[in-house]
């Protein structure tokens, strides 16, 4: 009887072993205190800049000052988040009904009820300027 070859196998689980590797590293937060990180901040229209107190109020304690993330929340300045891959209804969804973990390792995200329609399209519109400005725009998903 013939043994099999295991090199083979053994290439293969190094190749996985660094594809999972490379998966995890895009999907790390990036520091705020990292100036190769730092945002670039746009001069926003009317509603955005309404939507950037929204979000200061609301949702930077955990996504970060700027979006940017913490270590109790992901980074919306990632291309995950671009809106190919969560449109601007994923994130009225994301504030009025909470959100199951899936992208990240913070848990699940509450719902916001304080938060008002209103405040909820200002604040995506903050979101989105502050993507496009950090060269985040469409890109269609694929799975």
């Known amino acids: 009887m013939k043994m099999p070859n295991i090199l083979p196998l053994a290439i293969l689980g190094t190749v996985l072993a ?6 995890i590293a895009n999907y790390s937060v990036p520091s705020g205190d990292d100036p190769a990180h730092a945002p670039v901040i746009p001069e926003f229209s009317k509603v955005a800049a309404a939507g950037q107190q929204a979000f200061e109020e609301n949702c930077s304690k955990c996504h970060g000052v700027s979006g940017i993330g913490t270590n109790n929340g992901p980074p919306l ?12 209804e994923s994130f009225r969804n994301a504030v009025q009904r909470g959100v199951q973990q899936h992208h990240w390792r913070f848990g699940s995200m509450p719902a916001q009820l304080q938060v008002t329609n209103i405040q909820i399209k200002q604040l995506t519109q903050y979101v989105r300027e502050l993507q496009q400005a950090n060269g985040i725009v469409y890109e269609p998903h694929r799975m």
Do not use: K, T
């Open 18 to 23: 660094l594809s999972v590797r490379a998966v």
């Open 77 to 88: 300045l990632h291309q995950i988040y671009n809106p190919g891959h969560h449109s601007d």
